[in-house]
């Protein structure tokens, strides 16, 4: 199911059926830009379905470029942002200065674009995007709140980068890794408008008591990170398409339990909230199915997607999706008959090089003979070393998408007694 829920967003499958045709483009260039952990494989898929001339630059998280021809791929940090992303994304805007109304730029934008181009507003530097990335991340802010601050403290997010490219015309195209598909939410929209504010941004910061540099304090409160707002002109020629979500990737893994004799109902794409919380009711509700035949019978599987938040508050590497398994395991209490897996798509769960885990009806058991103590490791944010110690890390290596979390409770058919 999970191999199915990431295939159903590899962009060789869902990027060529939005390319424009040649005739739609007439006389003028098309320029393919980009950011994202899918962004280079989006860009072996225009290659590859684009005959005529092209060009363009996007960038990718480290270890995550696919090779092209014509358009060039760069490398950078994720989810901490670093010197080479900075430096693609002031070649970006570069690239697309001088553009004619009959020219149009090709945006193609993932889940990652926020850490990878991390271009600050006039009189920040990368250092201060670092610290307040950082603050954000051990925060418990949701996506959609990390990303309002991105915004305002951006010089390309939050629709820059498309009025950059006015008169031209942009069409994006968004691999959504965001609870309920926001486009302004999805690598901080740097094509799209934003109707936040810097208000919002710094009420964000103060809501969970970040500490963040005088200087961006200074941005936000003087109103100078304000983001292009709906219905600015510069937007007028930026047409968006979502060409792949967590809802489509759900659905992919719903056909193989079906195919499988297992009846699918999914939860929800957009769950969000502390993983352990989520993990914790999402258990009770397995348990509910397995021993009371409610609110639907066994076998069944009971499919998830969305981004929950950890908030790391002991020396445990964090890890959304590990943190929301540890969660429920210690909740399902080594049920006979509940199997469950977690994984981000993209295969990171946080800053691991690791997608998720996999938990068994034996997996305490198996903890407790090592000397693990479950709640402990839970208590320090240790998910990932939980399951490394089982051997039960689900490590996918690159994806080349980006469809936010996948999870997955199987709850089999009782025995005959």
Not at 50 to 70: K, N
Not at 306 to 333: C, F, H, Q
Not at 370 to 376: E, M, S, V
Not at 393 to 413: E, H, K, M
């Amino acid at each position: 199911m999970f191999d199915a829920a990431i295939a159903s967003a590899q962009p060789a499958r869902c990027v060529p059926p939005h390319l424009p045709t040649a005739q739609a483009l007439g006389q003028g260039r098309l320029i393919v830009i980009g950011a994202g952990k899918a962004s280079a494989a989006m860009a072996r898929a225009v290659e590859d379905h684009w005959a005529g001339p092209l060009s363009g630059l996007v960038v990718t998280r480290y270890g995550y470029a696919v090779p092209c021809e014509r358009i060039e791929i760069v490398e950078a940090a994720h989810p901490v942002p670093d010197s080479a992303g900075l430096a693609a994304a002031e070649r970006m805007l570069r690239l697309v200065q001088g553009l004619s109304a009959d020219d149009l730029v090709l945006c193609l934008i993932s889940g990652g674009g926020s850490s990878l181009l991390p271009l600050p507003v006039p009189g920040l530097t990368l250092e201060h995007k670092q610290a307040v990335n950082r603050a954000l991340l051990k925060s418990g802010a949701t996506i959609s709140e990390m990303n309002c601050v991105r915004r305002h403290l951006s010089a390309i997010k939050g629709g820059r980068l498309a009025a950059a490219c006015h008169p031209a015309r942009v069409l994006t195209l968004l691999i959504s890794d965001v609870p309920g598909d926001d486009p302004m939410d999805i690598a901080s929209g740097p094509t799209v408008a934003d109707p936040t504010s810097c208000a919002d941004a710094l009420a964000v910061i103060r809501r969970y008591g970040i500490a963040v540099p005088p200087e961006v304090s200074e941005v936000l409160a003087s109103g100078r990170g304000e983001s292009l707002k709906p219905g600015d002109p510069r937007l007028a020629g930026a047409e968006v398409r979502m060409i792949a979500t967590p809802q489509m990737a759900l659905e992919a893994a719903a056909t193989v339990a079906r195919e499988a004799g297992y009846s699918p109902y999914i939860l929800g794409d957009a769950l969000e909230g502390e993983a352990r919380d989520v993990g914790k009711v999402l258990a009770g509700i397995a348990l509910q199915v397995a021993e009371r035949g409610q609110p639907v019978p066994a076998p069944c599987v009971l499919l998830s997607g969305g981004e929950t938040t950890v908030t790391v508050r002991g020396s445990g590497r964090g890890g959304r999706n590990v943190e929301w398994l540890l969660a429920a395991g210690i909740a399902l209490n080594g049920h006979p008959r509940i199997h469950a897996l977690a994984g981000d798509t993209d295969g990171v769960d946080g800053q691991e090089e690791i997608a998720g885990a996999c938990l068994a009806p034996d997996s305490l058991d198996r903890a407790w003979a090592l000397g693990l103590r479950p709640k402990d490791r839970l208590a320090d944010n240790d998910g990932h070393g939980f399951f490394e110690a089982l051997g039960d890390s689900v490590i996918t290596g690159p994806t080349l998408t980006n469809v936010n979390d996948f999870r997955a409770l199987l709850i089999a058919a009782p025995t005959e007694s």
